[in-house]
């Protein structure tokens, strides 16, 4: 269930602002912050243990002490980043990770990664039956276990 | 699922506190032995269908809702642990077949030598039991679960032939070991409860899909919900999930009579039961017993000689781990059981320290688990971002160090005087520090696999000197022992202080060895059944 608290009390523009600097546009695939990602964020964030009060305290204290952030040219914007990373390296930490985590559930990053992006059930994966041939060296050593 | 109350109020022969790894064994020994067993679990089954493996989205479930740290994870049937005074952070599961569900199910053996360290290196203490006495149990629970391996392995003694022949190695596993043939150091194949064939009841083979350690969709894993479980159930034993034990209730005489929980709708009950064994974990069980005073056991049950909760032990992990030049689709095959090295296992005083360690080699998982530090530190963001990441995504080996920690008494869990668990018991508290020996260990560890990836081609390799979450192993908190001064249990896992109480977790290891203990766990839990079976017949009603 979202908890919408924490989403009311969370600034999305500030928070697709930050993303942009923590992960850039690359290929064909745009900065996190216009991959429009941030909802999922807040939402995920609301939903599971691991960030629920966290993060928003991570996006509060980032605000209060970087209210003009989306105003600032992009040098400052990594400077701001980096200082807030340095100060509250727990509260950057979840921020970072959740992003981290949103981002790449996308199919647009899977696309250009070449990543399936699903769960590989029931199928799996195909790997080389065993080659007993590969412990040929090994068998040749006399035991060395510690004999009491 | 619930038994009845009406079967909730009859006395039962045995009790288990615990449903996971050595709970599982001993419920289903005793009851096929003819034995009455209730479990009371504080978790529930799981469906197979709604693992973290199966979901689309099982990235964000690994690192979420199923992960393997109850303070990450927060599930209602979760407790807290304070685990503020320790380096290292608890790693379990809550549920029937406790942490065996998220285990990689890496499996090897304790050594001979691992049973007489005192008289072998003049430290810690010796096992009142030996290798051989505890074989025949190893080889009864490596039928159960089903263990994929292959015999010759230099490092240890011979063994009975495996269930299953082993696990592919797979390019990134022959990548690695490549270090260790160049090197002419020792390496094998894991002996791993995971199939590499059908084997047990409606198990399929592992399908190399690389997510064993957030449970396992296709049943290849072992954990007991689906090997000792359904035998136990066969026999007549009950399980009650949901339910969250208070306390272990005693009588005048200071004997054990059944357990205090709190069911799954939140009543207060009472099972009453002629034995109990604890299997609730090295931290659930003493915090359970402590938990447990009473007039007849002030400090807590069982716990005359101050020891329970004491000599706590991890396997405090280093990781190093390198990145290859190759993409290896590393996410394929299971995580961690690819193979083992313990050329460095037995005590060699030159290396300035006493025991070794174990190299696990491991693979690495996809693009959110790398982002985020799998195995080493996270992707940095900014301009780098994507190259780094595309160089680390599939290329990613490590070898986990397992050392040999060793006991000491201001390692502990004790009660927390302020937090609680969501029903208001006192939860766990740790407080541990890594000892020098075990500091030199992972050191002279980590000098090694550096250069075993470089040999085998890494370019980057990058080490974690010591792992925060990697409390999986936990043990010693209710050592056993033939002197009752010394010891919390004796060497069948029966309490010194109370004749009808036995723990068969990894509570009642004297030393921990050099690899995961579950194999270890499970022969004694296996082992500690068979003597009620053999020597208590009194408990039968």
């Known amino acids: ?148 | 699922m619930t038994t009845s109350n009406e079967a909730s109020q009859q006395t039962v022969d045995i009790l288990v506190i615990g449903a996971g790894a050595s709970g599982g064994a001993a419920t289903a020994w005793l009851a096929e032995a003819g034995f009455n067993v209730k479990c009371l679990e504080q978790g529930y089954w799981q469906d197979p269908a709604k693992y973290a493996s199966a979901s689309d989205d099982y990235e964000f479930e690994m690192l979420t809702n199923w992960a393997p740290d109850p303070n990450v994870r927060q599930r209602d049937e979760d407790y807290p642990v304070n685990d503020s005074n320790s380096p290292v952070t608890p790693v379990m599961f809550n549920g029937v077949g406790g942490s065996t569900i998220l285990w990689t199910a890496h499996t090897p053996r304790f050594h001979p030598s691992d049973f007489r360290v005192k008289t072998l290196d003049g430290v810690a203490d010796d096992w009142p039991i030996s290798y051989e006495e505890l074989e025949e149990f190893y080889d009864l629970n490596d039928e159960v679960m089903g263990c994929s391996g292959i015999n010759g392995d230099p490092a240890n003694p011979p063994r009975s032939p495996r269930q299953m022949p082993p696990l592919p190695i797979g390019k990134d596993g022959k990548k690695l070991i490549s270090g260790f043939e160049k090197l002419g150091w020792h390496w094998w194949p894991s002996d791993s409860y995971i199939n590499s064939q059908r084997y047990g009841e409606g198990r399929d083979a592992c399908n190399f899909c690389g997510h064993n350690h957030m449970g396992c969709f296709q049943r290849a894993k072992s954990s007991t919900d689906i090997t000792y479980w359904p035998r136990a159930l066969r026999s007549g034993a009950t399980i009650e999930t949901g339910a969250r034990v208070r306390r272990i209730t005693t009588d005048n005489s200071g004997r054990a009579t059944g357990a205090d929980y709190i069911d799954s709708k939140g009543n207060e009950k009472h099972q009453s039961a002629r034995a109990v064994i604890m299997a609730a974990n090295g931290i659930g069980t003493p915090r359970l017993l402590l938990n447990s005073a009473s007039d007849s056991h002030p400090a807590g049950l069982s716990n005359s000689t101050g020891l329970v909760g004491k000599n706590l032990m991890f396997h405090p992990f280093a990781m190093i781990s390198g990145t290859f030049p190759e993409k290896m689709d590393t996410w394929q095959g299971p995580l961690g059981n690819i193979g083992l090295s313990q050329e460095f296992y037995e005590t060699d005083k030159s290396r300035g320290f006493v025991r070794g360690y174990t190299y696990q080699f491991q693979r690495s998982l996809g693009p959110a688990w790398i982002a985020n530090g799998g195995f080493r530190d996270p992707v940095p963001w900014g301009e780098g971002h994507h190259v780094e990441l595309e160089k680390r995504l599939g290329s990613v080996m490590a070898m986990a160090v397992i050392g040999e920690d060793l006991p000491e008494e201001h390692n502990t869990v004790d009660l927390d005087p302020e937090l609680t668990d969501s029903d208001g018991i006192p939860a766990p508290r740790l407080n541990y520090t890594l000892s020098k020996n075990s500091r030199d260990q992972l050191d002279h560890a980590i000098g090694n696999a550096k250069k075993a990836l470089e040999a085998a081609g890494a370019e980057d390799i990058f080490v974690d000197p010591m792992m925060r979450q990697s409390g999986w192993h936990l043990m010693g908190t209710a050592r056993m022992g033939n002197d009752p001064d010394k010891s919390v249990v004796d060497k069948w896992g029966q309490s010194h202080d109370v004749d009808n109480l036995f723990i068969v977790d990894g509570s009642v290891f004297v030393t921990g060895a050099a690899v995961n203990p579950t194999p270890t766990i499970q022969a004694l839990a296996l082992r500690t059944a068979d003597y009620i079976v053999e020597h208590r017949q009194d408990l039968k009603g």
Do not use: C
């Open chain 1, 1 to 148: 269930m979202i908890n919408e608290t924490s989403r009311m009390n969370i600034n999305e523009d500030l928070l697709a602002a930050i993303l942009d600097r923590l992960i850039p546009a690359v290929d064909d695939v745009p900065s996190a912050g216009k991959m429009g990602i941030t909802a999922e964020i807040v939402r995920l964030s609301g939903q599971q243990a691991r960030f629920q009060g966290i993060f928003t305290k991570a996006m509060q204290t980032f605000e209060s002490a970087n209210s003009e952030f989306v105003l600032l040219d992009v040098e400052s914007q990594d400077d701001a980043i980096r200082n807030f990373e340095s100060k509250e390296p727990g509260l950057f930490n979840s921020l970072l990770t959740i992003s981290y985590i949103v981002y790449y559930k996308d199919t647009r990053v899977h696309k250009r990664i070449g990543w399936s992006g699903r769960t590989p059930q029931p199928e799996g994966n195909t790997m080389e039956p065993w080659d007993d041939s590969i412990l040929e060296t090994q068998r040749k050593r006399e035991p060395f276990w510690r004999k009491i």
